[in-house]
């Protein structure tokens, strides 16, 4: 049999095993949904402990979002050299050991060393998670799997969020990064059992042994072995066949999201991604203190950014399932919207806690939601070879935005200005982001691609 197992894998149904993969990749995004989410759940205690303010705090929030930036660059093009599945496994260990450590500092410096040790493994996992998400699904449920994944975001903080609102009742700050280092390390050996390795990349690399590897793969996820692998696909200008994975440096991989057919679509990709993100973390990074501040326990703010995700979660499953009759680009253009409209309401919101709840699942439902829309979009848009380095570097470079929107919020709020003023400033990019998402070309993929 010499059928490339690119096309079985993109036409034909999805095997139960192919489910559970695209499963473990939801996993995967909700450990990074806890683990970003811990510190916000542990900043009014870290404040009220370490009697630091909020432009300090700023900083603390942003640590690992820091090295997200760096891991999603780095990380990112690493998967595409060495393997979705190496790349995750790596990245799960570097996660866990970054959280159990952050349970142990005693001081701002330590526990912002450990969240950027922390940052650098979540930057890791997004980028191979997508592709991988991506790879193992048929074509006509890929920007659905690639939802799916993506709402594994707001689940992760759900889940996480109700355990440590209980937690918080009784217990010290430390036991968020205790508990999120436990659950981190229980998917070592869920991703070393039962994920392959990619088989798309697998076939556009050709690495040693990659027919041994593939037929290994296809048995794994109950389709039949080949006799041959399929030739090595050619770029996507038709220049030059894919390299083999020691013909490349990470920076040539880098490059290639930069050639004269992929430039611009880089650049729109990846400004849509740091405008959008920076409100989407001033949300979810500042809400338990906002909460706090107007007078609740620190259990009730937990519980208001539980409701922030529970949007989230409902945007991204809704925008998942829309993709299946209509474009994810123009989906996410009417969310990046609503974003703005929503964080903007959130500024005004009254220090009631039903309504600072209905309004924060609201932002939540649009922030997300579009968040969803654009990972969907990341995965059309590069081919193969450099999805994972495309993606990496979009979400890697837009978590720029990421890293500075908590330490803008919490200079503004520092600087004298009231929510109301600091929710509108925060909550334009997605607006502007929407400007350049509209721009973006998407041309249709094949099987290969």
């Given at each position: 049999m010499s059928e490339d197992p690119r096309d079985l894998l993109s036409h034909g149904a999805m095997t139960l095993q192919q489910v559970l993969v695209v499963a473990i990749t939801v996993g995967l995004t909700a450990l990074d949904g806890f683990d970003v989410l811990a510190i916000?759940?542990?900043?009014?205690?870290?404040?009220?402990?370490?009697?630091?303010?909020?432009?300090?705090?700023?900083?603390v929030l942003s640590a690992e979002l820091f090295g997200m930036a760096?891991?999603?660059?780095?990380?990112?093009?690493?998967?595409?050299?060495?393997?979705?599945?190496?790349?995750?496994?790596?990245?799960?260990?570097?996660?866990?050991?970054?959280?159990?450590m952050a349970a142990t500092a005693k001081g701002v410096y330590v526990l912002g060393l450990w969240r950027v040790v922390t940052g650098l493994g979540i930057g890791g996992i997004l980028p191979a998670s997508a592709a991988a998400a991506a790879e193992f699904a048929s074509l006509k449920r890929r920007d659905l799997s690639v939802s799916l994944m993506a709402i594994g975001y707001p689940f992760g903080a759900i889940a996480g969020g109700l355990v440590v609102a209980a937690l918080l009742k009784t217990m010290h700050w430390n036991v968020i990064f205790?508990?999120?280092?436990?659950?981190?390390?229980?998917?070592?050996?869920?991703?070393?059992?039962?994920?392959?390795?990619?088989?798309?990349?697998l076939c556009a690399r050709q690495p040693p042994g990659a027919l041994e590897r593939v037929n290994g793969a296809l048995a794994r996820i109950g389709r039949a072995s080949i006799e041959?692998?399929?030739?090595?696909?050619?770029?996507?200008?038709?220049?030059?066949?894919?390299?083999?994975?020691?013909?490349?440096?990470?920076?040539?991989?880098?490059?290639?999201i930069f050639r004269a057919d992929l430039v611009m679509t880089t650049t729109l990709v990846t400004l849509t991604y740091f405008l959008h993100i920076t409100t989407f973390y001033f949300l979810v990074k500042w809400v338990p203190k906002i909460v706090v501040d107007l007078g609740f326990a620190p259990s009730a703010a937990a519980g208001v950014l539980v409701w922030t995700n529970v949007g989230g979660m409902s945007g991204g499953a809704v925008l998942g399932l829309l993709t299946r009759r209509f474009s994810a680009r123009a989906l996410t253009i009417v969310l990046l919207v609503f974003s703005t409209v929503t964080v903007a309401l959130f500024g005004r919101s009254q220090p009631d806690l039903a309504r600072l709840s209905f309004v924060c699942a609201a932002a939540g439902f649009c922030t997300n939601g579009a968040i969803v829309g654009i990972y969907a979009v990341l995965a059309r848009v590069f081919p193969t070879d450099l999805r994972a380095s495309g993606t990496g570097f979009a979400i890697g470079l837009g978590r720029g935005g990421a890293v500075i929107a908590p330490i803008i919020a919490g200079f503004l709020f520092s600087a004298g200005y009231a929510l109301p003023v600091v929710a509108i400033i925060m909550g334009v990019g997605p607006l502007v982001?929407?400007?350049?998402?509209?721009?973006?070309?998407i041309e249709p993929r094949t099987a290969a691609g």
């Open positions: 916000s759940f542990a900043a009014p205690g870290i404040a009220r402990d370490w009697g630091i303010d909020r432009a300090a705090l700023g900083f760096v891991g999603s660059i780095l990380i990112g093009g690493l998967a595409d050299r060495v393997g979705r599945r190496r790349t995750m496994l790596g990245c799960v260990v570097v996660m866990t050991l970054g959280m159990a205790e508990f999120g280092a436990g659950v981190t390390a229980l998917f070592i050996p869920i991703v070393w059992y039962w994920v392959p390795e990619s088989i798309s990349w041959r692998l399929p030739p090595p696909a050619p770029a996507a200008n038709g220049a030059q066949p894919v390299p083999s994975p020691g013909a490349g440096t990470g920076a040539r991989r880098a490059g290639g982001a929407a400007v350049c998402l509209a721009l973006v070309r």
